[in-house]
């Protein structure tokens, strides 16, 4: 690994997610397209001059709803319609909408998201329709022509190694890309499988290997798990990253790589090195450029794109498509492939899928439980002196906020950044 000079990255004035402005798009119904919202915009099946927003639904009342944007926020007003107003499957007079939310008026679904200014260079093989993983591709893509250590958070399922792979192929190394699962080898083969070893070093080493390190030269060694190195193998691991040599097992020279080192982990790293688990010399190291991917649910214009890549040209009910965008997915885009598997085994015929068939689907991981009919639990956003007194009773925890308020860590930040407060001023 040739030694680089430290880079320094430069942000855009906005990188959370929530630059661009509000949009609302429409995922299903007689026309796709989306609309920016900067002020009251009634929906409906009146034509142009009647409703700023005329579309061809049956089930749609002639002027259905009123959309509207107040303090930041997007607002939505049932004007009297038959078939009603939808807000993340429950049925609403008035609501005040969240980024990520689902509307359902009469055949026509909507999610609520924003847009992101400039070009995004997605590749075929990435889905990211939404804000959240547009800026992603985006943070990917900038990072990718440096030979910064690269550190991707998030969940199980959220795509760490397809996102690593987009950042190699967009770097322009020659090399290979070579990802391992750091938590799938027994410790006493993860050096071995790095480094490399000489015949005859352990029991079972009959000839010599090279290791991954000299396989992925020129080229990127994606280190997924990071966090489950065993611990005195992280000093070795250190050295390659400082001085870009390294020494196979049984081994009794240095050898010198070109890697580029990106690495994944879904625990908190920073809390293991304080703990002693992780060393802090090496955490620095690999956190070079942090890029967080979004969850699943963070990013429901990506759902139903994914779905369709798995189900191929099969026909939507609007109840369908309501339920698939409103259910939480907490195994991610795993969880979504599994369940349009299930789904299409399950649903005989062309007929357009129902609801019935994403809850007959659903209720298979958990045979016996009643199927979760509806959309996600709405988490309506709580009042600032709310959340002030949660944040004084969890010392500050978002994390046990969001396990008291029943929703993710990002929706509390982006409530914490609309009322201006620090968690760090509550911690004791």
């Given at each position: 690994?040739k030694?680089?000079d430290?880079?320094?990255?430069?942000?855009p004035?906005?990188?959370?997610?929530?630059?661009?402005?509000?949009?609302?798009?429409?995922?299903?119904?007689?026309?796709?397209?989306?609309?920016?919202?900067?002020g009251?915009?009634?929906?409906?099946r009146?034509?142009?001059g009647?409703?700023d927003?005329?579309i061809?639904?049956?089930?749609?009342?002639?002027?259905?709803?009123?959309?509207?944007?107040?303090?930041?926020a997007?607002?939505?007003?049932?004007?009297?319609?038959?078939?009603?107003?939808?807000?993340?499957?429950?049925?609403?007079?008035?609501?005040?909408?969240?980024?990520?939310?689902?509307?359902?008026?009469?055949?026509?679904?909507?999610?609520?998201?924003?847009?992101?200014?400039?070009?995004?260079?997605?590749?075929?093989?990435?889905?990211?329709?939404?804000?959240?993983m547009?800026?992603?591709?985006k943070?990917?893509?900038?990072?990718?022509?440096?030979?910064?250590?690269?550190?991707?958070?998030?969940?199980?399922?959220?795509?760490?190694?397809?996102?690593?792979?987009?950042?190699?192929?967009?770097?322009?190394?020659?090399?290979?890309?070579?990802?391992i699962?750091?938590?799938?080898?027994?410790?006493?083969?993860?050096?071995?499988?790095?480094?490399?070893?000489?015949?005859?070093?352990?029991?079972?080493?009959?000839?010599?290997?090279?290791?991954?390190?000299?396989?992925?030269d020129?080229?990127?060694?994606?280190?997924?798990?990071?966090?489950?190195?065993p611990?005195?193998?992280?000093?070795?691991?250190?050295?390659v990253?400082?001085?870009?040599?390294?020494?196979?097992?049984?081994?009794?020279?240095?050898?010198?790589?070109?890697v580029?080192?990106l690495s994944?982990t879904?625990?908190?790293?920073?809390?293991?090195?304080?703990?002693g688990?992780?060393r802090?010399?090496?955490?620095?190291?690999?956190?070079?450029?942090?890029?967080?991917?979004?969850?699943?649910?963070?990013?429901?214009?990506?759902?139903l794109?994914?779905?369709?890549?798995?189900?191929?040209?099969?026909?939507?009910?609007?109840?369908?498509?309501?339920?698939?965008?409103?259910?939480?997915?907490?195994?991610?885009?795993?969880?979504?492939?599994?369940?349009?598997?299930?789904?299409?085994?399950g649903?005989?015929?062309?007929?357009?899928?129902t609801?019935?068939?994403?809850?007959?689907?659903?209720?298979?991981?958990?045979?016996?439980?009643?199927?979760?009919?509806?959309?996600?639990?709405?988490?309506?956003?709580?009042?600032?002196?709310?959340?002030?007194?949660?944040?004084?009773?969890?010392?500050?925890?978002?994390?046990?906020?969001?396990?008291?308020?029943?929703?993710?860590?990002?929706?509390?930040?982006?409530?914490?950044?609309?009322?201006?407060?620090?968690?760090?001023?509550?911690?004791?």
């Open positions: 690994m030694k680089k430290t880079v320094r990255i430069e942000e004035a906005s990188t959370s997610g929530d630059e661009g402005s509000a949009v609302l798009i429409t995922v299903h119904g007689p026309v796709l397209r989306s609309r920016a919202i900067t009251p915009t009634v929906i409906g009146e034509p142009a009647k409703n927003w005329p061809d639904d049956e089930k749609m009342s002639r002027m259905h709803a009123r959309i509207d944007r107040k303090g930041g997007l607002t939505v007003e049932d004007l009297g319609s038959t078939n009603g107003v939808f807000v993340n499957g429950v049925k609403e007079a008035s609501a005040t909408l969240e980024l990520g939310d689902v509307l359902r008026l009469g055949d026509s679904v909507f999610v609520y998201d924003l847009d992101v200014p400039g070009d995004v260079p997605v590749p075929v093989e990435i889905v990211a329709r939404s804000a959240a547009r800026q992603v591709i943070k990917a893509d900038r990072v990718a022509r440096f030979d910064a250590a690269v550190m991707l958070l998030g969940a199980s399922g959220t795509g760490k190694e397809v996102l690593a792979r987009f950042i190699h192929e967009r770097s322009g190394r020659k090399g290979r890309f070579i990802a699962n750091c938590a799938a080898l027994p410790s006493e083969l993860v050096e071995a499988t790095l480094f490399g070893h000489v015949k005859g070093a352990f029991t079972g080493a009959d000839k010599d290997s090279p290791g991954l390190f000299a396989e992925a020129k080229g990127t060694l994606f280190l997924d798990e990071v966090g489950e190195l611990l005195a193998l992280q000093p070795k691991l250190l050295r990253l400082e001085t870009g040599e390294h020494m196979a097992v049984g081994g009794r020279k240095s050898e010198r790589s070109d580029r080192i994944a879904n625990v908190a790293l920073k809390a293991a090195s304080e703990a688990r992780f802090p010399d090496l955490y620095a190291r690999l956190f070079g450029y942090p890029i967080e991917l979004p969850l699943l649910c963070e990013r429901r214009l990506d759902v794109p994914l779905f369709n890549a798995c189900v191929r040209e099969r026909a939507l009910g609007a109840d369908f498509v309501e339920a698939l965008l409103c259910y939480d997915y907490p195994l991610n885009v795993r969880e979504l492939k599994a369940l349009a598997q299930r789904v299409l085994i649903a005989e015929g062309d007929r357009p899928l609801r019935k068939d994403f809850e007959a689907a659903l209720a298979l991981e958990s045979p016996g439980a009643a199927p979760k009919s509806d959309a996600r639990s709405r988490t309506r956003a709580p009042s600032k002196a709310d959340l002030v007194a949660l944040l004084q009773s969890t010392s500050g925890n978002v994390e046990a906020v969001a396990a008291q308020l029943q929703c993710h860590r990002p929706q509390v930040y982006r409530w914490l950044k609309r009322y201006q407060l620090d968690p760090d001023a509550y911690r004791t």
